[in-house]
């Protein structure tokens, strides 16, 4: 089974702070994601990228950067951080194609911004 | 923009009764239907998903889709405490590459 982690886990940080979540796939695949769950929301896509150096912006991007930097490493770059942005924010990673389209999550990182 | 919208918002059902969840979409040029499950403080995982109309079945549950309708649904049979959990449709679009639609979820409690 495809393997995503995320780091940190849980993070707090103040409003006007600067925060970057991390997210690794061990897999190959060729697509990574972003995304903020929130109640009465669902998840709502943030960025996108579909390898090394591209991005695409998703449904929800406002406020947030991300870069890829790796066939396996993906950021999300908080640089102005508020408190609307307090949400639980997933990784998720897939193959190509049509055979791709399942999309493989990590744990989830709770973040606060006080 | 594709609309993803799930009914119910919550169920509860007993042990050993049929579930039944449903999803509708926007976009008719839709080509992949997908169910996850989100067990309570994890990550979604998929379940199970169908390219074209008709029904698939694996196990317990089943996955039916018509395009026509604009509506899937999953069914689970024999409920178990242990399917207690939110359930996320989702939805690709032909021609925006690899992305998802996720609907809000419908929250499953399973009563032993």
């Known amino acids: 089974e495809a393997a995503v982690t995320q780091s940190p886990r849980n993070k707090v940080t103040v409003t006007g702070g600067n925060v970057t979540l991390s997210c690794r796939q061990t897999?190959?695949?060729?697509?990574m994601y972003w995304y903020r769950q929130d109640t009465g929301h669902g998840l709502r896509l943030i960025h996108y990228?579909?390898?090394?150096?591209?991005?695409q912006i998703g449904d929800v991007p406002d406020g947030y950067k991300a870069t890829r930097t790796t066939q396996e490493d993906f950021f999300l770059l908080l640089e102005l951080a508020s408190p609307s942005q307090t949400s639980l924010y997933f990784c998720?990673?897939?193959?190509?194609?049509?055979?791709?389209?399942?999309?493989?999550f990590g744990p989830g990182t709770r973040l606060t911004v006080l | 923009q594709q609309k993803v919208q799930q009914s119910p918002e919550s169920l509860i059902v007993p042990e050993g009764a049929m579930t039944s969840l449903n999803c509708t979409f926007s976009?008719?040029?839709?080509?992949?239907f997908a169910w996850y499950r989100q067990h309570s403080g994890k990550a979604p995982k998929a379940l199970m998903s169908?390219?074209?109309?008709g029904e698939k079945e694996e196990g317990r549950f089943t996955i039916h889709l018509n395009k026509a309708s604009l509506h899937f649904s999953l069914h689970i049979r024999d409920s178990q405490p242990s399917d207690s959990a939110l359930y996320l449709c989702?939805?690709?679009?032909?021609?925006?590459?690899?992305?998802?639609?996720f609907g809000i979820g419908t929250r499953v409690l399973v009563r032993p």
């Open positions: 976009d008719s040029a839709s080509q992949y």
């Open positions: 990228s579909y390898g090394a150096g591209n991005l």
């Open positions: 998720a990673s897939s193959d190509a194609g049509l055979g791709g389209l399942e999309q493989y």
């Open positions: 989702a939805v690709s679009m032909r021609g925006a590459g690899n992305k998802l639609t």
């Open positions: 897999n190959s695949h060729n697509y």
């Open positions: 169908i390219f074209s109309n």
